[in-house]
């Protein structure tokens, strides 16, 4: 239940019509049936009862609200629900489980909420037959939501209690801003807290520089993705992870034998994972440090490839050549050496759909063997060397001969490098 739930409805005739009929009544009464639902809590959960801040109260109201409102429009229009339709549940999950709630109390929050519901869609049905038989029809779509809401908030709930219960918060900055610096801590708890993340003064480890992308209003979203990435390394059972303000560092550790690149694609799996439940990440990973000395150096590299991520994504060093890192940090300099005849030919070949820039690239991938790139882009080997004629013609240079090549490729990763930094900046 990772993806979607719901159940669709394509029937017709009289209880179709009942069924629309009685959602579209319990969708008119959401605001009594939230208060309905507060005050089931209040009396029949123990921890709710305890609470006595009106606001925390209206904190529930408006999520058993929003509940009620996505179930019954789902419902009434034939939809699925989605991760990202109840992205408000981990935000809610993470406010309780830093109060303290009880995870038993919290679920059984959503129990009681059910009930209030189903109470009131047997009231709409009355008493006819064609009504009952359309409620009855509701009874499964809502279990199976509740379901699905209560799994994802158990799951939120869990993640945030483990970062937050494992380590106290001061402590993980000291330590981070020890190892940021270049050095192991001397002595005291610091030194306890450096080996339960597995670090030590010769491990090897990344460096995840990460803010949440785009126009996100929920203050508790950096403290549910660092929660998220506390589980992110290879061998640990934990990984350090600190919110520094609106940035997130976290420090995954490899192991004498990880692969940085699976890290990278664990990594980048976390990352979707929280944008499809509506908590975009902008994350940029460093090369591999092999020591604590190399950590100062390795959020810089952190950072800057951070700054190449658009909108929510993952900038991974490890996964660069260094053509690749040259040409995304390349300065306007660089981009103005390139031949204008080139920068030209580059331009008129994008509003032409790129054909030959993709030519260029699959010869360049098939170390410059034609019937190779040609099975790439899938067309006749004649098709592709007519294209190689044409980007002689037009640019100037020979992609057979390497130098002219290598000019080639210079000039579109500069090209696409620009395009890139243009589009962060509208």
């Known amino acids: 239940m990772s993806a979607a739930t719901a159940d669709t409805w394509t029937g017709s005739g009289p209880v179709e019509e009942e069924r629309a009929r009685i959602l579209c ?16 809590l209040r009396n029949e959960i123990p921890a709710y009862a305890a609470v006595g801040d009106d606001r925390f109260f209206d904190d529930v109201a408006d999520q058993v609200a929003r509940h009620y409102r996505t179930k019954l ?7 699925i629900v989605t991760l990202e339709d109840i992205a408000f549940v981990r935000g809610a999950a993470t406010r309780r489980a830093r109060a303290g709630f009880p995870l038993e109390d919290y679920l059984n929050a959503f129990r009681v909420g059910q009930q209030v519901i ?3 869609t047997v009231e709409c049905a009355e008493e006819s037959p064609v ?25 939120a709930y869990v993640e945030f209690q483990q ?7 001061r402590e993980r900055r000291d330590l981070l801003e020890h190892l940021l610096a270049g050095e192991m801590p001397a002595r005291g708890p610091l030194v306890a807290a450096a080996q339960r993340y597995g670090i030590g003064a010769e491990t090897r480890m990344l460096v995840v520089a990460a803010v949440i992308a785009g126009q996100s209003a929920a203050l508790d979203a950096p403290h549910a993705a660092s929660a998220a990435l506390v589980r992110a390394g ?4 934990s990984t350090l992870v600190v919110v520094r303000q609106t940035e997130i560092v976290a420090l995954p550790v490899l192991g004498p034998d990880g692969d940085p690149a699976k890290l990278c694609d664990r990594l980048e799996g976390l990352q979707r994972r929280l944008g499809s439940e509506g908590m975009p990440l902008a994350m940029g990973i460093s090369t591999v440090a092999t020591g604590v000395a190399e950590l100062p150096r390795r959020y810089q590299e952190a950072c800057s490839a951070l700054e190449c991520v658009i909108d929510g994504g993952v900038s991974a060093l490890p996964r660069l050549s260094a053509f690749e890192y040259l040409a995304l940090h390349s300065d306007e300099t660089a981009r103005r050496l390139v031949d204008p005849q080139l920068r030209d030919f580059l331009a008129d070949d994008r509003r032409r759909g790129g054909v030959l820039t993709a030519t260029i690239r ?6 410059m063997n034609l019937r ?37 490729l210079v000039a579109i990763a500069l090209d696409d490098s620009a395009r890139q930094l243009a589009t962060r900046h509208n």
């Open 163 to 169: 970062y937050v219960v494992a380590d106290a918060d």
């Open 362 to 367: 699959a010869f360049a991938d098939a170390d």
């Open 73 to 79: 429009s789902s419902f009434l229009e034939g939809r």
């Open 25 to 40: 009544a319990l969708l008119d009464r959401v605001d009594d049936l939230t208060m309905r639902a507060v005050a089931a």
């Open 118 to 120: 189903w109470d009131a």
């Open 372 to 408: 190779a790139a040609a099975d790439v882009l899938q067309v006749h080997p004649n098709t592709a060397q007519y294209r190689l004629g044409r980007i002689e013609e037009r640019s100037g240079r020979n992609p057979r001969r390497v130098e002219h090549l290598v000019d080639l």
């Open 131 to 155: 009504g009952r038989e359309a409620a009855l029809l509701l009874a499964g779509p809502q279990m199976r939501y509740v379901d699905f809401a209560s799994t994802h908030a158990a799951h």
């Open 234 to 237: 290879m061998h640990e059972p």
